[in-house]
């Protein structure tokens, strides 16, 4: 009795050799499904970039650029779901070929073996907010560029900075370069406003420097404002006006996409925007969501297990995996759903960053835990 007491503590621990074992037959997986979705992803934005940009003036290799471009991005949006198919993949196959079975046997708990595949997640999900999110921020920031020459959009272009606001608009002469120090962002009231002209071959044609500026439609509208062109004697006016084709909607869309910002470089401009005025809650919202990314990748696998895990029974397996993605996918919309709401200012944007990953973690646990006693 003595040397069995002895040796149940010792079975009961996770040798590293089975550790790496399972982790690496996770990762295995991981990989053939992420570069096999990469693949599907890339044929789809073929198609899809071919029919936006044919007959514009994009050759074939432009247009495979641009695909490309965009691929970071979207294979960034799918690592939930190939977490999630890699996991039930992982622990199907374990449980089928009866290793799972064994392992239990020797005293391991459903949480010792789980231990290596949800770390492989959160290093997996760790990799992808800090390495594949900043490479996917840059390749799509010009994509969007690439893409709007062919496409004839405006070209006009915005920036926030330490200075403030930054706006460069064509006009019928030439261009217009409008700075700001801050913004009332509801009825966008420029305040401290400085206008720099320029002609058609970007010489300088003079400046405005005013109080401040409003939107109005169609038009600048510019108060308590200084004239001056080179040569020319400053002028004082009450008002001046600069024809405009932006709308407060373009300019609110047009402030830098949160995709394009790495998250190492979204709470800077979270404080920038806040600070000229304008509402960071895109920002703030992608920031947390990509803060998130390792815990949504647990809660994945944790989601796979409480179905893969299970005992199979004939005829059931097919239906037992499906229910699993799909309840994959049900998480997955509910979490793009929340965060709508949370966009919309319904409910905080911490609580709209983390709720889906948080719910799955629980719904996964609390599965397993029943497992686990029966």
Do not use: C
């Not at 599965?367 to 006693?373: I, Q, R, S, V, Y």
């Amino acid at each position: 009795m003595t040397s069995n007491a002895m040796s149940s503590p010792r079975a009961m621990r996770l040798s590293p050799t089975l550790l790496w074992y399972i982790g690496r037959q996770y990762l295995n997986l991981f990989m053939m499904f992420f570069f096999g979705l990469a693949a599907v992803i890339l044929l789809i934005t073929v198609v899809d970039v071919i029919d936006r940009v044919s007959g514009k003036g994009a050759d074939l290799g432009t247009m495979l650029q641009l695909a490309f471009m965009k691929l970071p991005y979207l294979a960034q949006e799918v690592m939930p779901f190939t977490a999630l198919f890699a996991g039930l993949a992982t622990f199907w196959r374990l449980t089928r070929s009866h290793e799972l079975v064994v392992t239990r046997s020797a005293g391991v708990s459903v949480w010792q073996f789980l231990l290596p595949v949800l770390i492989a997640g959160f290093l997996l999900g760790a990799a992808t907010t800090a390495l594949l999110n900043p490479l996917a921020s840059i390749l799509l920031s010009r994509y969007e560029a690439l893409e709007s020459t062919f496409k004839g959009k405006s070209s006009s272009t915005f920036a926030i900075s330490k200075t403030g606001l930054w706006l460069r608009q064509p006009g019928e002469t030439g261009q217009s370069v409008i700075h700001a120090v801050s913004v009332t962002p509801e009825s966008m009231i420029l305040n401290h406003v400085i206008v720099f002209n320029y002609e058609t071959n970007d010489r300088f044609a003079g400046r405005i420097d005013a109080k401040s500026a409003e939107l109005r439609e169609g038009r600048w509208v510019l108060f308590n404002a200084w004239k001056t062109s080179p040569g020319v004697p400053a002028e004082f006016f009450d008002t001046v006006e600069i024809n405009t084709d932006l709308t407060i909607e373009k300019i609110q869309e047009s402030l830098a996409d949160p995709q394009t910002i790495s998250f190492w470089s979204l709470p800077s401009f979270i404080a920038l925007m806040e600070e000229a005025g304008f509402s960071a809650v895109r920002h703030e919202l992608q920031f947390h969501r990509l803060l998130a990314t390792p815990f949504l990748l647990i809660a994945m696998i944790l989601l796979a297990a409480s179905f893969s895990l299970r005992p199979q029974r004939r005829g059931r397996v097919g239906l037992v995996l499906l229910g699993g993605v799909l309840t994959g996918f049900l998480f997955y919309f509910i979490s793009n759903f929340v965060f709508t709401l949370g966009l919309s200012g319904k409910i905080p944007v911490v609580l709209a960053a983390w709720l889906p990953s948080g719910v799955s973690m629980m719904f996964g646990v609390a599965a397993l835990l029943h497992l686990e006693d029966g």
